[in-house]
């Protein structure tokens, strides 16, 4: 399954994509999902079909959703641990029997999935803490200490669990993408997020009279960010620009469900060129509003009034970016954050540690302009990874801000 992120850049967007109608827009909230019928109902009372949103990539945004809908199948099992198995030959997977559901699986009564991301340590770290464990008996082969594990864990009748199943049509396999809540869960999808996003802004359009666009956008089956810039732009002296935008994302199994932050991004210029690095506090204080996977839509849609406090969030970080014209020794803010990289426990930028470190390693900075763009270099080269991406715009924030 392809898992790598994928990207929209502002320079992708074709001129004339303009927008999007309402009517097109609600495409996205497919009719057999429920969160997306309760959604839909609610927004149908606040919003006209053809009511166009005049927000440039708003199309290409939809488009990609679209694609993505078609080859990523996502379904949602229930099963008891004694209907799992392990191993397909010498491969581990996990493997579902006896489905109850099965015109929801093509008529299947038993599947085979590949775990993905930390689906595997989740499904083990469920059963007793036993995810170290079980990975050290999985690396080294050890298949039979596995199932016998699995035979005795079955005798303890342990909760029934509902399992995020996606079925990649490319290669027609199903896998296993996480473990998600029995009860109290409502699925804020990436289409829905995308939706909530684009209807939010164009409110914020109609009252306030700020324009919008689609600046980056960067996703998954599972994860998307989306970045829009508005209007104008505040001088940071003697390095370029700083813009407002607005960043929207989602998670559509753990964390909170969908998020409006406040980011930003610093242009400097360097031989001739605009270059720009986004950066972002954490979520205490980047935080404009949320919506959590267990809040009722009619509950969570009432919090989007929280918007309004956008500009005390992006004054902030002006006022904190403005610091940064001030630092005096470059190579100690480039090692505040080797330190950070080197020491760190996320995951997902542990597979590109080697190659952030020597980077850090082999440059050396001389003013602000040179720290910008080695920055810039690191965040290229964890490009792929949604989430990598994410954590080096907090570790760039808390070196050249927080100065730690």
């Known amino acids: 399954m392809e898992t790598k992120k994928r990207s929209i850049l502002k320079l992708d967007i ?3 994509d303009i927008g999007i109608l309402i009517s097109d827009l609600f495409k996205l909230l497919i009719s057999t999902d429920q969160t997306a019928n309760q959604i839909k109902e609610i927004l149908n009372e606040q919003f006209e079909q053809d009511e166009f949103i005049p927000i440039p990539g708003a199309q290409t945004l939809v488009n990609s959703q679209i694609v993505q809908n078609k080859n990523y ?13 392990f191993y397909s030959d010498n491969t581990f997977t996990i493997n579902f029997n006896n489905i109850n559901d099965q015109e929801n699986f093509g008529g299947k009564t038993t599947l085979n ?8 340590r989740d499904f083990f770290g469920n059963l007793f803490s036993m995810d170290k464990y079980a990975k050290k008996l999985i690396d080294n082969g050890f298949k039979k200490i596995v199932e016998t594990n699995l035979e005795l864990l079955k005798e303890e009748k342990i909760k029934d669990k509902k399992y995020r199943l996606i079925h990649y049509k490319p290669d027609n396999n199903y896998y296993l993408r996480a473990i998600v809540s029995t009860d109290n869960y409502f699925d804020y999808n990436n289409s829905i997020a995308v939706v909530i996003a684009l209807l939010t802004l164009y409110k914020e359009i109609k009252s306030s009279g700020v324009a919008y666009s689609l600046k980056l956008c960067e996703y998954n089956e599972s994860n998307i960010r989306m970045f829009f810039d508005s209007t104008g732009e505040k001088e940071l002296e003697g390095i370029g620009y700083v813009k407002n935008i607005v960043e929207i994302s989602n998670d559509e199994i753990k964390r909170e469900a969908l998020r409006f932050s406040g980011v930003c991004t610093i242009s400097y210029d360097t031989q ?17 509003l949320t919506i959590k996977h267990n809040q ?3 509950n969570g849609l009432k919090s989007l009034t929280d918007f309004e406090n956008v500009d005390k969030v992006h004054n902030e970080l002006y006022e904190d970016i403005k610091a940064i014209k ?9 090692f505040l954050v080797r330190r950070k ?9 542990r597979k590109f540690k080697a190659s952030i470190m020597n980077e850090l390693t082999a440059t050396t900075t001389k003013n602000i302009i ?29 070196a050249l801000i927080n100065r730690k």
Do not use: G
Not at 73 to 85: A, F, G, M, R
Not at 326 to 334: A, F, G, L, V, W
Not at 342 to 349: C, Q, R, S, T, V
């Open 73 to 85: 199948i996502k379904k949602d099992l229930i099963s008891t641990l004694d209907n799992i198995t």
């Open 272 to 288: 001739k060129k605009i270059n720009e690095i986004y950066i972002k506090p954490k979520d205490i204080k980047s935080k404009i």
């Open 113 to 120: 999935t590949y775990p993905k991301y930390s689906a595997q």
């Open 296 to 298: 009722k839509p009619q």
């Open 341 to 349: 990289i080197d020491n760190a426990k996320n995951e997902d930028i």
């Open 326 to 334: 001030n630092i005096k020794n470059t190579e100690q803010i480039k």
């Open 14 to 16: 074709p001129k004339s």
């Open 370 to 398: 040179d720290l910008l763009n080695l920055f810039n270099n690191i965040q290229i080269l964890a490009n792929e990874d949604i989430e990598a991406s994410e954590y080096l715009r907090y570790v760039i924030y808390e």
